[in-house]
């Protein structure tokens, strides 16, 4: 298991975890084992220059504070799963890489 420091290291933000799909879910299960609430994530593509854009296919999850802390770890494991997939299926822009900004309430 990488620890948030490693993964932090690797996001493409210094401000925010904007990383890429295993760090994403593995980040999940960091923040669940640390009990740090999610609020939800929001997909950012990453072109091979460095630049960073919003993704319109991927734009992750709303407000997610209704649901427990367990219903939002599945949750987002799910979704940012379903996303991966999609992307691999058909990516909405093939000059760049999905990655996933996953927002901690801390």
Same mark, same amino acid.
């Given at each position: ?19 890429? +799909? ?24 990453? +072109? ?50 999905? +990655? ?7």
């Amino acid at each position: 298991m990488s620890s948030l420091q490693s993964i932090k290291s690797r996001s493409v933000s210094e401000k925010e975890f904007i990383v890429s +799909y295993a760090d994403a879910l593995e980040l999940v299960s960091i923040f669940d084992q640390l009990r740090i609430r999610i609020l939800g994530w929001e997909g950012w593509l990453l +072109y091979e220059d460095g630049n960073l854009e919003l993704s319109q296919d991927h734009q992750g999850t709303a407000d997610l504070t209704e649901l427990s802390d367990e219903a939002t770890v599945a949750f987002m494991k799910t979704t940012i799963s379903e996303a991966k997939v999609d992307w691999d299926k058909k990516p909405e822009n093939d000059k760049a890489k999905l +990655y996933f900004c996953i927002t901690p309430d801390k």
